[in-house]
Nanobody
């Protein structure tokens, strides 16, 4: 499984960015295959890697409170691509953003950590200036 992110960049506060994560090695819409979980994480300098949100093969997308209402995760099954639409960006959103995958059910959102995901992309930098 390989994950390749893109779409990061620099933007002023209040602006928007859309990140993409192209997935290879398994298909989102493989016949009868829904046991997987796709997530987005971010890591600011000298900080731990924080969970942003996740979407199961079938089910509801969930978000961290810090991004709820501003960020939206979506999937394009035909392109096998995961997206993170980020609106109303704030300077505190500045971080390296990572796409992650697990070939299992999504963990409980209350306790999700990076250890719940086995496959990771290389990251894409998002910088928000005030």
């Amino acid at each position: 499984v390989q994950l390749v992110e893109s779409g990061g960049g620099s933007v002023q506060a209040g602006g928007s960015l859309k990140l993409s994560c192209v997935v290879s090695g398994f298909g989102f819409s493989d016949r009868g295959y829904s046991r997987y979980c796709m997530g987005w994480f971010r890591q600011a300098p000298d900080k731990y890697r924080d969970w942003v949100g996740m979407v199961p093969g079938l089910g509801t997308t969930v978000y961290a409170d810090t991004v709820k209402g501003r960020f939206t995760i979506s999937k394009d099954n035909a392109k096998n691509t995961l997206y993170l639409q980020m609106n109303t960006l704030k300077p505190e959103d500045t971080a390296m953003y990572y796409c992650a995958a697990s070939l299992s059910w999504c963990p409980a959102y209350e306790t999700v950590t990076e250890s719940d995901f086995f496959y990771w992309g290389q990251g894409t930098q998002v910088t928000v200036s005030s």
